[in-house]
């Protein structure tokens, strides 16, 4: 896809629950973003979250197929006065 993005991705692989995170203490914040771009926050593993302790705010997402993606390998997120435009169907 040709879209622009903020992605924030670990690539956990460990399948057994209690890993540490590759990833801690991220601020996505203040971002303005068009144009069919958006944000994406990808942990992978629920078991043990490659992703933890992330803020994800005061962003404004125009129109967009996918918008704000925070998937099951994020433990420990806030996401709050986030802007998002409606949705761009396929």
Same mark, same amino acid.
């Given at each position: 896809?040709?879209?622009?993005? &903020? ?14 995170? $590759?990833?801690?203490?991220?601020? #996505?914040?203040?971002?303005? $973003? ?19 302790d992330i803020v994800v705010e ?10 704000? $993606?925070?998937?099951?390998? &994020? ?7 986030? &802007?998002?435009?409606?949705?761009? #169907?396929?």
């Amino acid at each position: 896809s040709n879209e622009a993005s &903020v992605f924030v991705r670990a690539n956990q692989q460990a399948t057994t629950a209690g890993q540490p995170p $590759l990833v801690q203490a991220v601020i #996505v914040r203040g971002n303005q $973003l068009d144009q069919d771009a958006h944000i994406r926050i990808e942990g992978f593993s629920a078991a043990s979250p490659g992703i933890r302790d992330i803020v994800v705010e005061a962003n404004s997402i125009g129109p967009s197929r996918v918008g704000l $993606l925070i998937d099951r390998g &994020v433990a420990s997120y806030l996401a709050r006065r986030n &802007v998002q435009a409606a949705r761009i #169907v396929k």
